[in-house]
């Protein structure tokens, strides 16, 4: 099969072996794939796959069920599927759990499909299971325009719950606004006295991919009983901490990923967001937000607009 | 009334006004009360009592119900009950609301009474309900032969839990063994690395009144999705943290403390106890750990003795 290799630190198309079936697999012929920012760590060696998974990049895609191991039971041959993958989507064909995938929401196309589950899966996780989110809380996404501050801001809205946002740019912050959130700023000096200005009491939760640059300042504008989730270390990774405010004010502060959980709790997030996120969708309450699609030979490309953080929502990589 | 007030910076009975009962609350004449660390801080005018809360010491006792406010359904004049407080304890009376009163274990006197309730309280909430404790996990803790340690260390035996402690001397560390800690280490260099061997994998959760001290080291020693809990700041507030561990190892650093929290907090956390913990005291498989009962008279010289860190369990002052 075709899939992309990093060649002399490019991505490029080039052969690959087919993945191995295992008995509780399924195959898909992969229609569409997206990019996420750990490819890029990937790419450059920095986020190695967990064991087991496959070395090709790639957390997600949609596409058609081209066979199944002998333990499946809930997929079958044919289905159309969007899946949350350990690694393998920027390839033909990628072998995954079958309850890491879930049907494909009707009215979506291939490439609109293939540009959810890495960041639902995450808001789900963080914001819901890991957060605990309820109605009516404040949500703060830093680099709001990204994939996952793009569906987090419609999360948060679908689920009456007001959101703000960091961005690199005005342009993004307006992004944002339309899309639901309850205000923004652009990134810089001024920005936690916005934060602050905005919830003067604190914000509930904290989708942070930030890390230590942000860190005293998103602890400074927490909520008695907020949460500061950690899901990216963009901004570096040693900090201080001020354990007498998150003692008084009982904050928590959690590290995430998503990649190297169990596939047992891959499930739980899979199938909430078949029964609670894929009906938004069908109903056009929620909507892909997709910067571009390119094809799947010009993955270097869309990697190249994700560095120069150009994008709005996703970059999708297309098979078709 | 006579209560306990501080002149001088010294703890010494004296006249009080009697506490005013709202409709939630109850009034109890107090049998016995128990000095928790909490108290030496506010007496040094470190730890103000939460707003509305009395401004007396005391946050546990156990006595008879005196009357009770207007909108009280679940106790009745006459009860025999042991408290949560926010404060009031060294005192003759103290109006307290209703649900944070259970009845005392029918087994235990007045003295053994009063030890239960703030260590119990602190140990449930922060094990069970902030930590989800499950059978078969690892759990850590630091001042093991304080009140909190050996009423954690005989929680974590009944719910099938090992636990491993740190105390001050050999004594303290092989009376927490005795009482049922798998094992155990003095305070000093050596101790993270006696932690790393009895469980090399990591701990799933630590209870820690020390703070920045043992910040590090204690992230270091927690497990694949650990949970530290940090109830105390004898060691100081200021820490570094590397995110990028906790991060890639899912933990989570929860900032506790029982005092402030909501009186609807507190009742779900009374009730539990009634109803899971106080059955293990009345068949005898918990017992309350008492280093010495004194007079109340004698509260500043049981403040001394846990300034010392003499005690091996809890100090209780008595009324009768």
Redesign the interface.
Known sequence: MKAIQIIENQASLAEAEMPKLRPNDILIKIKSTAVNRADLAQKNGLYPPPPGASEILGLECSGIVKSIGENVTSRKVGDEVCALLAGGGYAEYVACPEFQAIPKPKNLNWEEASALPEVYATCWLNLFLEGGLQSNNKILFHAGASGIGTAGIQLCKAFDCESFVSAGTQEKVDFCIALGASGGTVRGDNMFEEINNWSPNGVDIILDPV??NY?EDNLKCLALEGKLI????MG??????????????????????IR??SEEHKKIIMQDLHKKVWPLFESGNLKPIIHKILPIDDAEKAHKIMEDNLNIGKLVLSFN
Not at 230 to 233: S, W
């Open positions: 890390g230590a860190f950690i899901i990216g270390l570096g990774i040693e900090s201080n901490i001020n354990l007498g405010h998150l003692m008084m004010k009982r904050q928590k502060i959690i590290g995430s990923t190297a959980r």
